[in-house]
């Protein structure tokens, strides 16, 4: 099991990227979350298997048709045993 945060700073809010991340990350059966934050960025942490993480990590590197990933920044996290599902949070 591997557990990563992402950043990704760009055209990353209001092009729909957070619930096109949520419809990717179903897909590939990964946990987390996702949520925009300040300065026009977006955070997620997503866990799961590594090669799925490592397929959702590649994705996050542009996200949407419509998001324009300027740059991602990616860091290890211990993973968490009680997380069952990936979901969308409240923005800050």
Excluded: C, Y
């Excluded at 419809?23 to 298997?49: I, K, P, Y």
């Excluded at 090669?51 to 740059?71: C, F, Y």
């Amino acid at each position: 099991m591997k557990r990563i945060r992402v950043v990704a700073q760009g055209t990353v809010q209001g092009v729909g990227f957070r619930f096109a991340t949520k419809t990717e990350a179903d897909r590939l059966g990964v946990t987390g979350w996702v949520r925009n934050v300040r300065s026009d960025r977006l955070e997620a942490e997503v866990q799961g298997e590594e090669p799925q993480v490592d397929e959702m990590q590649a994705w996050l590197r542009h996200g949407p048709p419509q998001a324009a990933v300027e740059s991602i920044d990616v860091s290890d996290l211990d993973v968490l045993a009680e997380e069952a599902e990936f979901r969308v949070i409240a923005s800050i």
